[in-house]
């Protein structure tokens, strides 16, 4: 079999791998670039491209830093790996436990995550606590756990520093598509790990010589959940992109210091303002995209309506993941069947033809 490169091995240089570290990979990474032609001409601009991470194995950016994070457990002697979660990153995990022959152990706030998600992970036989509480408890709690003594078990969310470590290959890869750095790289922000990998990964690519300059930073949460816009920690987030429905974010400081070095922003979008973006991604650009994922593209909106954007800026909106992972809201927010007999007559009238 002829073998396609592997994500950690392509990009080795630029991360904590050595011989010893297991080779696990379900073909993440690699992900499309794809220009957005009519949303861009809509808002007067020429160079907006989407990196659809909704590609990846279990359909979201997650595995990018999944496959290092249970590949260097593994290579430590781990037998579990354990996460708090909004749906992705559970996923995620348990997948490449299963494929690493490890116990999975997902800690998740009950009835709050998408379907797909949820079946994601339970599928993939990970052990799962849903708990009465939202993801910054769940964490917490995660967080003790892996800290006890008597249970060899790698904590696997974004605070494992081999996470964003493997998440900043997305960096890279919009680099080596575009040829150079973009102006602009706009993306959602929750527990904040993404934004801090993506401007660790730039910068590494600068320092290397691979391209001048860096982007700049712009980060947005859901004007329900935007501790970071407000300044202070939400008690009780809330918005309908569950994904970043979060508080209290691990690497708040972290985002904000990829914001302030790199001159960006962190601003906050309303639901309505994402699922007006996620349904002209499907309808104008045939890219379908979990809601949180399109709170870039809402944001870009708002700022082209605002004249804030060159129009010949190179931008790029990161996806984090696949449309198909929250079905609910995907039919509530599309429209209707229509109705017809099964006769050319009934099809045509109910067409309008
Ligand atoms: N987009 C999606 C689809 C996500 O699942 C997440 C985070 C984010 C954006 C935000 O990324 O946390 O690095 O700022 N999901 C985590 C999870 C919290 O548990 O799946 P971040």
Redesign the pocket.
Known sequence: MTERPRLVQHYARFLPVTAATPALSLGEGFTPLVQLRRLGASLGLGNLYAKV?GTNPTG???DRGMVLAVSRALETGATAVI??????????AAAYAAAAGIECVVV?PRGQIATG?LVQTLIAGARVVAVDAN?DQALTVVRALAEQDDHPVAIV??VNPDRLEG?KTAAFEICDDLGRAPDILA???????????YWAGFGEYEAAGRVRGRPRMW?FQAAGAAPIVTGRPVERPDTI?T??R?GN???WSR?VAARDESGGRIQAVTDEEILSAYRDLARMEGVF??P??A?GVAGIRNAAVAGELDPDAVIVC?L??HGL?DPATAERSAPGLLEAEATVGSVSVALGW
């Open positions: 991470e979201s950016f997650k996460c708090a979660s909004t749906g992705n990153t559970s996923a995620s998740l998600k993801f969310n974004s998440q993306l959602p922000v929750g527990n904040a790990g993404n934004i801090t990998a980060g992109a994904a970043i979060i974010p691990a690497s985002a995209c979990e949180s994922s709170a990161v984090t993941g992972k």
